[in-house]
């Protein structure tokens, strides 16, 4: 049976390739793309010419039956999302099941997430953390999770997009203003910014800015042991 390989890839340096993800992306057959015009960046860099095969995000079943097809003819596949680890708040998953469901091995080459990036630079104290991904974008729902994570003694991690992150620490601000936050921006690239502050502060520097750039991550510390 053919073999399906779940490629992680830059989330913005393209240094930040693995070797293993590069050899992979030369041997197989067929690279499949959460979106052809993101990957084929990443490969026209290294030099690698393959046939891409869209798997759009909002279609994972008709993208996963694609790839499951291709895997029967006895072609090898990477599948890569637009960037970062499939699956993780990414799609993918959908991929790997159907291909595992139809017989075909699934291979993880690991790499580059945003979770892990600003996880490593963070220095909060604590064991664990609770990758979240992204909140719901409708205000009741967002703010009831938020205070269920907030209740917990982990630290939580979530994802935020540009157009919502100030409703997102406006929320943590009035839940619970002096919570420590790490907030990533733009992380490996060109302006990225790693933000230390409470929740009450960190609004107030986004704030004051004329626009937010980039994509956020959301590191928010655990609620401490009485």
């Given at each position: 049976?053919?073999?399906?390989?779940?490629?992680?890839?830059?989330?913005?340096?393209?240094?930040?390739?693995?070797?293993?993800?590069?050899?992979?992306?030369?041997?197989?057959?067929?690279?499949?793309?959460?979106?052809?015009?993101?990957?084929?960046?990443?490969?026209?860099?290294?030099?690698?010419?393959?046939?891409?095969?869209?798997?759009?995000?909002?279609?994972?079943?008709?993208?996963?039956a694609r790839i499951v097809g291709l895997l029967g003819e006895g072609k090898?596949?990477?599948?890569?999302?637009?960037?970062?680890?499939?699956?993780?708040?990414?799609?993918?998953?959908?991929?790997?099941?159907?291909?595992?469901?139809?017989?075909?091995?699934?291979?993880?080459?690991?790499?580059?997430?945003?979770?892990?990036?600003l996880l490593s630079a963070a220095g909060l104290p604590g064991r664990e953390?609770?990758?979240?991904?992204?909140?719901?974008?409708?205000?009741?729902?967002?703010?009831?999770?938020?205070?269920?994570?907030?209740?917990?003694?982990?630290?939580?991690?979530?994802?935020?997009?540009?157009?919502?992150?100030?409703?997102?620490?406006?929320?943590?601000?009035?839940?619970?203003?002096?919570?420590?936050?790490?907030?990533?921006?733009?992380?490996?690239?060109?302006?990225?910014?790693?933000?230390?502050?409470?929740?009450?502060?960190?609004?107030?520097?986004?704030?004051?800015?004329?626009?937010?750039?980039?994509?956020?991550?959301?590191?928010?510390?655990?609620r401490k042991k009485a």
């Amino acid at each position: 049976m053919a073999t399906l390989y779940m490629v992680a890839t830059p989330i913005g340096n393209l240094e930040d390739v693995t070797l293993r993800a590069l050899r992979v992306l030369r041997e197989v057959d067929v690279v499949a793309c959460e979106d052809t015009r993101h990957t084929l960046k990443l490969l026209s860099h290294y030099e690698i010419r393959k046939p891409l095969v869209a798997c759009y995000a909002y279609e994972e079943e008709k993208g996963a039956a694609r790839i499951v097809g291709l895997l029967g003819e006895g072609k090898a596949v990477a599948y890569c999302s637009d960037a970062g680890t499939p699956a993780l708040s990414d799609p993918g998953a959908v991929a790997a099941l159907r291909a595992r469901e139809a017989g075909h091995e699934v291979v993880p080459v690991p790499g580059a997430s945003a979770f892990a990036t600003l996880l490593s630079a963070a220095g909060l104290p604590g064991r664990e953390t609770l990758f979240e991904g992204f909140l719901s974008p409708k205000p009741g729902r967002r703010r009831s999770r938020l205070a269920e994570l907030l209740a917990r003694e982990e630290a939580f991690l979530v994802y935020e997009s540009p157009h919502r992150i100030l409703k997102l620490l406006e929320d943590l601000a009035a839940l619970e203003p002096g919570r420590e936050l790490r907030i990533g921006r733009e992380l490996t690239k060109l302006h990225e910014e790693i933000l230390a502050d409470t929740a009450a502060g960190a609004l107030a520097t986004l704030s004051a800015r004329k626009e937010q750039l980039g994509e956020f991550s959301v590191l928010v510390s655990g609620r401490k042991k009485a």
